[in-house]
Nanobody, 126 residues
């Protein structure tokens, strides 16, 4: 059973950058598509970016396209979210998630994921 732990969140000024990491343990990480979601106060959780099991396909939400990049290192059981040119509206708790099925392509649907990390807070000041 894959367990996920996010890190790298923090407080940053608008225009700055952060790199989130998600460390996986306890399972065969490299078989699963992975994604980042986020949830702002009072809002529903929303899709941010996803990556296929082998890293060959990536998807990003329109709201972060051109600013955020998802990547993975299967040898180290890590997934990353590089966030550049951050905006105050990017403030949220960011969650890492693993797809339910093997060899996933990285779905944008929350229901495709059944393992979640505890989240890491990202706060962008104006």
């Amino acid at each position: 059973q894959v367990q996920l732990v996010e890190s790298g969140g923090g407080l940053v000024q608008a225009g700055g950058s952060l790199r989130l990491s998600c460390a996986a343990s306890g399972g065969t990480f490299s078989f699963y598509g992975m994604a980042w979601f986020r949830q702002a106060p009072g809002e529903e959780r929303e899709f941010v970016a996803a990556i296929s099991w082998n890293g060959g396909h990536t998807y990003t939400a329109d709201s972060v396209k051109g600013r955020f990049t998802i990547s993975r290192d299967n040898a180290k059981n890590l997934v990353f979210l590089q966030m550049n040119n951050l905006k105050p509206e990017d403030t949220a708790v960011y969650y890492c998630a693993a797809e339910r099925a093997y060899y996933g392509l990285g779905s944008q649907r929350e229901g495709s994921y059944d393992r979640w990390g505890q989240g890491t807070q990202v706060t962008v000041s104006s």
